[in-house]
């Protein structure tokens, strides 16, 4: 087949396994219509996350381990709200709602799925201190904490439902000396962010943060959500988790570092934080992750 009935080909499948994978779980749903309101409310929300144990047990991991600094302290959703915030509960519901829709069904998937998780976590940690670090209101660290722990659902979707192909993708960008973001819209006629995107908006996400995942690779105009810019920035410096320097770019877009208004040096030193805490929660969240 010609490089264009190739990439019609996988953009069929990409289609067909997106209608694959399950809906969120219905508490998840009504959370995110609750922390959609104008006013929402926290004691509802307390409500809706407690009438499904699975997600309660694995929030209360999170929000023990080492990323929050606030290990066996925290024994309810309410004290979750209280400390970490309605906002913040609501990212990791969401977060663990979409990272769990995808199981693994062998030790190579469960690896990848930790992957995915060190480097969402990590991501998610760069991208709220780098908008606090620039003076970003609240509700937009939210949304960089948010898209940075789901920016690479898109990927994750690629390397579970569509190993194979994607394993095809990662031999040739390194044959050709290209990066992998490059070869995915070669040979799928999109590139793992924008897959990321039409997943999200199915399962009705914000469009903000629909947006966000699929723009987060650039390029960029100086005209986005400035959000945007710190999940590119942290995804950049942090895709060495996924222990294939050859396959990624970590190059950021040198239109992100102007509108941020800060340097490259500066930034590394917040990630690096970020990918320590990252690591250190990983170990204790265990099947969580």
Partial sequence: MQQNEVSAFMKRSIDHSLKQVPALPNAVMKVLDETEKNEPSAAKVEAIVTMD????????????????????????????????????????????????????????QAELLRTCWLHGLATAGSASQLGKEVGLGSKVQDLCFVGGLMHDLGKLFLLTQLPQPYAEA???????????EEMESRLFGM??????????????????????????????TGSENPAIWCVHLGDCLTKDLYGDPELFSRVPDPVVLGELGITES????????????????LEQLGAAA
């Fill in 53 to 108: 144990q699975a997600i309660v047990a694995r929030l209360l991991k999170v929000v023990n381990s080492a990323y929050y600094g606030l290990p066996g302290q925290v024994v309810t959703v309410g004290q979750a709200i209280t400390i970490l915030g309605l906002q913040q509960v609501r990212n990791l519901v969401l977060g663990l709602a979409a990272f769990g829709a995808f199981a693994s069904n062998s030790p190579k």
């Fill in 170 to 180: 990662a031999n040739r960008a390194k044959k050709s000396g290209c990066t992998l």
């Fill in 191 to 220: 590139n793992h962010a924008e897959i990321g995107q039409m997943l999200v908006e199915r399962w009705n996400f914000p469009e903000s943060l629909c947006t966000l995942i699929g723009s987060h690779e650039g390029p960029f």
């Fill in 266 to 281: 500066r930034a590394i030193e917040i990630v690096e934080v970020a990918k320590v805490r990252a690591a250190e929660a």
